[in-house]
Nanobody
Framework: QVQLVESGGGLVQAGGSLRLSCAASGRTFSGDARGWFRQGPGKEREFVAAISWNDYTNVGDSVKGRSTISRDNAYGTMVYLQMNSLKPDDTGVYYC??????????????WGQGTQVTVSS
């Protein structure tokens, strides 16, 4: 059974940092792209960042310059999202995904359940 499990969310003050992790199991993901998306209160789910199997990265405009995506390429098991200088607008549920290297959520086949990030002002 394929599973993606996010961790690392929580409550943080504006200006703080968080590192989200996503653990994959059930099959090898070394050849897949991995992505992060988020959905804020009352908002559509939006692209945050993606990393290809060979470490190309793409970061969404809303977090560019503040966030970095990385992965463990040895087995493709783990992917990370380091977020700095957090703002209240970064509040939302953050989802990990696996699939095709893309900013479009429809290109991702597997999804985690999400981890809540709350940034207080």
């Amino acid at each position: 059974q394929v599973q993606l499990v996010e961790s690392g969310g929580g409550l943080v003050q504006a200006g703080g940092s968080l590192r989200l992790s996503c653990a994959a199991s059930g099959r090898t993901f070394s050849g897949d792209a991995r992505g992060w998306f988020r959905q804020g209160p009352g908002k559509e789910r939006e692209f945050v960042a993606a990393i290809s199997w060979n470490d190309y990265t793409n970061v969404g405009d809303s977090v560019k310059g503040r966030s970095t995506i990385s992965r463990d390429n040895a087995y493709g098991t783990m992917v990370y999202l380091q977020m700095n200088s957090l703002k209240p607008d970064d509040t939302g549920v953050y989802y990990c995904a696996a699939g095709k290297y893309s900013r479009d959520e429809d290109d991702y086949d597997y999804w985690g359940q999400g981890t809540q990030v709350t940034v207080s002002s």
